[in-house]
């Protein structure tokens, strides 16, 4: 059964939440998963996964949150 | 709509490290000139000294700080490409240090040639560097509130310097400058136009993403840049020499539209969701305080006849028309407006930049340390305490000028804290940068 870890950014002052998301990448068991809720888009994260093999969607609530589910690639 | 940021075009760190870093110098050379020149030097807006003090502040302090930000915001946020932003930044940096010592100095010592260089120094610099972010701005792939307003500054920039330059050429004797009507339009420009609107589109990406408030209503971002533009516009009709009854409707308009950006501040931070004390959050409020408190002095300014009164009441207060007040108003614009709101946003840029620049070079090997490790909090608390302490005791100098070397020597001692707040955020960048670089090289085959 595969894990998965809710963070709660929206109410975080930058950078926490990429500081969280980065703690939370070193122990994402193979096929776990991080679900990181944001008011932005993080493209700086988005470049941090991109480098180090990770894969991630988001999509966008009606409360204007982005939600992103972040998985080994 | 809450913005993004992307930092794939960010400039090296040092970029806008250089110009916040200078930025301080100025304020501190300000308190100390001030008390150097003592109670006489707070006696009215047009003296040399004055002169040289606001400028050592709006070119000095306020213009440095707010070039190094916007050649770091103009990628991050508009996802523009700054052209070579090392160059520019190492060419223009100098030439603006040296151009606004010289300007100051020619102030009192009389509009000499070292005046006039420092004038040029400044023209050019600032010509290079507007062609650059110019460019930039109007190129850039974003839209929005904050890209609109970052052009009208920058455009208001550009009228802020000319007529300036054109104020030196006076100055120096030139016939047929109308030296008031300049000065009152070059005035404007700069801060209602270049600093205001500056200000504006910054605050609508960092007092959201910072101090986690709701974002900025859409109609501020359309009304403040074409309002305010609309208002400078018809504010620089007495260039024509003609004296125009409704000019004074005017300045009130204009003092409404900043007055709507600070209410509409202080009511978003009054929503922000984490209840918790943040230096940034109050050096805002304090400058948003201070504007307000200036527009209702400066609102009372024109009411006083000869000015067209439209409030009857302020018709026997003549007080308000003391050389005085105008100096109460700039020390409530320079000091309590623009230096707690640039000193709350370099409290919150320079640990974001550190950890930012040291993430992408250590990547997930090496976690930089935590943004609250780069400035202790303690001396950011202390500094900012010390900034208020100095705002009043120059408001109270400009009453009681004996205080004015005691308000001169607090200034310049409340720069020099935040100075040192920044260089202790450089030191744990280099310190950690020199630890990844180390940890490489052990690393590498």
Redesign the interface.
Same mark, same amino acid.
């Given at each position: 059964m595969s894990s998965q870890r809710v963070i709660d950014g929206?109410? #975080?002052? *930058?950078? %926490?939440p @990429? %500081?969280q998301t980065?703690?939370a @990448?070193?122990t994402l068991p193979p096929d776990g998963e991080i679900v990181l809720l944001l008011?932005? /888009?993080p493209? *700086?994260l988005y /470049?941090?996964l991109r &480098?180090?093999g990770y894969a991630w969607t988001e999509t966008m609530q009606a409360d204007?949150t982005t939600e992103i589910h972040i998985r080994k690639a | #709509?809450? *913005?993004?940021?992307? !930092? %794939?075009q960010a400039p090296p760190i040092w970029v806008p490290y250089r110009f916040f870093l200078t930025a301080p110098l100025f304020g501190i050379a300000a308190g100390l000139l001030l008390a150097w020149a003592g109670p006489d030097a707070l006696a009215s807006r047009w003296t040399p000294m004055a002169l040289a003090l606001t400028h050592l502040m709006v070119a000095g302090f306020m213009l440095q700080a707010m070039c190094g930000a916007l050649l770091q915001f103009i990628p991050v946020a508009a996802g523009a490409n700054i052209w070579r932003a090392g160059l520019v930044a190492s060419l223009v940096h100098p030439a603006l240090v040296v151009g606004v010592a010289l300007l100051a100095g020619g102030f009192l010592a009389g509009p000499g040639p070292w005046f006039a260089a420092g004038a040029g120094l400044i023209v050019t610099a600032l010509s290079g560097y507007v062609a650059v972010a110019g460019f930039a701005l109007f190129r850039a792939p974003a839209q929005g509130a904050t890209i609109v307003a970052l052009r009208v500054a920058v455009l208001a920039l550009v009228v802020t310097y000319v007529l300036g330059f054109t104020l030196t050429l006076g100055l120096r004797g030139s016939p047929g400058v109308p030296l008031l009507e300049i000065t009152h339009v070059h005035a404007a420009w700069g801060l209602g136009g270049w600093s205001l609107l500056l200000l504006s589109g910054v605050s609508y990406y960092v007092v *959201? #993403? !910072?101090q $986690?408030t709701p974002a900025y209503p859409v109609w501020l971002g359309r009304l403040l840049p074409w309002g305010l533009l609309t208002v400078l516009l018809l504010w620089a009709a007495q260039l024509s020499g003609r004296a125009f009854g409704w000019q004074s409707w005017v300045l009130l308009a204009g003092l409404l539209l900043a007055g709507t950006f600070a209410v509409v501040t202080l009511r978003l931070q009054a929503l922000r &969701?984490?209840r918790v004390p943040d230096v940034t959050l109050t050096l805002f409020r304090g400058g948003m305080a201070s504007l307000l408190a200036a527009i209702v002095a400066l609102v009372a300014t024109i009411a006083v006849p000869p000015a067209p009164t439209f409030v009857a009441a302020f018709s026997s207060m003549t007080f308000l028309a003391a050389p005085e007040w105008a100096v109460a108003i700039g020390i409530l614009t320079f000091v309590g407006l623009f230096v707690s709101v640039i000193t709350g946003m370099l409290y919150k840029i320079v640990p974001?930049l550190n950890? $930012?620049h040291l /993430?992408r070079l250590g990547? @997930?090997t090496v976690?930089p340390p935590? #943004?609250k490790q780069m400035i202790p909090e303690r001396a950011m608390i202390g500094q900012m305490r010390l900034h208020f302490v100095a705002l009043a005791a120059l408001l109270v100098a400009v009453a009681w000028p004996p205080l004015t070397v005691a308000a001169g020597l607090l200034f310049a001692a409340s720069c020099a804290w935040l100075e040192w707040n920044l260089l202790s955020g450089v030191r744990v960048y280099r310190d950690f940068r020199d630890r990844i670089r180390a940890a490489a090289a052990c690393h590498a085959p």
């Open positions: 929206r109410d #975080m002052q *930058p950078p %926490e @990429l %500081e980065l703690a @990448l070193d008011y932005c /888009q493209h *700086p /470049q941090i &480098r180090n204007g | #709509m809450h *913005p993004n940021l992307s !930092f %794939e *959201p #993403m !910072f $986690l &969701r984490r974001f950890w $930012l /993430q990547g @997930l976690l935590n #943004m």
